[in-house]
């Protein structure tokens, strides 16, 4: 197992967890590499605008292609067997996305729960959770992810529309913001931060001349399959792959 019982206390308190250099350059180098030259990607991208203009895009996908570089890290043991743990429940693929935030012009994600998002999709309880693996370098400047520490224990917080996004009530997130410590997730290529459906989190606009890609690995519990069809992934067992399967696959890319 890749974390102990104190990591496991600390993304139960905290609603998150860091992981360091869970991926090594090599292997991020060929994500990098691949991904910058996936024009797939354009075909999945979702626009979103900002509250003030700015456009926030990703590319989303349900299914698990076997060829896929993407799916080799969700099907990773060391995002997989590790949601696992932190989970204390079966774990399958709900879905994966590439948040692409380009420079100058990558929009912010307002305040929200990711489980404000997916209880409307048929999910009845929050035991889900993503891992965002840093594909770029994510710093204050380029918009890195911004969470409120331990504010899952609040548990869900109704969502609505803001710009074109769907965002947290924010009467309740200027409250939680009074009560937990606001934490910028700045990370290196292959630093893998796992977080609880019910953690308030946004980012800032892009203001730099350095994009910020991010792969998220979304999980749902084998217990939570969700009673409204179509929206993500229904339940099917997760296959893992080796480690060294994994390196093999990500190094070789291009």
């Given at each position: ?13 905290d ?28 075909a999945?991208t ?45 774990v ?99 630093d ?7 953690l ?45 399967a ?9």
């Amino acid at each position: 197992m890749l974390i102990c019982d104190q990591s496991l206390r600390q993304f139960q308190d905290d609603g998150y967890l860091m992981v360091r250099g869970l991926f090594d350059a090599d292997e991020m180098t060929g994500l990098l590499r691949y991904s910058k030259g996936d024009s797939g990607l354009d075909a999945d991208t979702i626009t979103r605008m900002d509250s003030t203009g700015g456009q926030s895009r990703l590319a989303l996908r349900n299914e698990l292609d076997p060829g896929s570089p993407y799916a080799a890290v969700v099907r990773s043991r060391r995002m997989a067997d590790t949601m696992q743990y932190l989970l204390d429940a079966e774990v399958y693929h709900y879905h994966h996305k590439m948040m692409l935030k380009e420079p100058r012009v990558g929009g912010a994600w307002e305040w929200h729960q990711d489980y404000g998002y997916w209880y409307m999709f048929g999910c009845l309880y929050p035991d889900m959770a993503s891992a965002l693996l840093a594909v770029d370098r994510a710093t204050r400047a380029n918009g890195c992810l911004q969470v409120l520490r331990g504010s899952h224990k609040i548990g869900r917080v109704d969502h609505g529309m803001s710009g074109e996004q769907v965002g947290a009530d924010m009467t309740r997130v200027e409250q939680a913001m009074k009560h937990h410590e606001l934490v910028y997730c700045e990370m290196e290529p292959g630093d893998v931060l796992f977080f609880h459906a019910n953690l308030l989190h946004r980012s800032d606009k892009n203001e730099s001349e350095d994009p910020r890609w991010s792969l998220i690995c979304c999980y749902n519990t084998r217990h939570n399959d969700p009673f409204i069809l179509g929206k993500h992934a229904s339940y099917e067992p997760l296959e893992r792959l080796e480690d060294e399967a994994v390196r093999q696959r990500l190094t070789t890319l291009g």
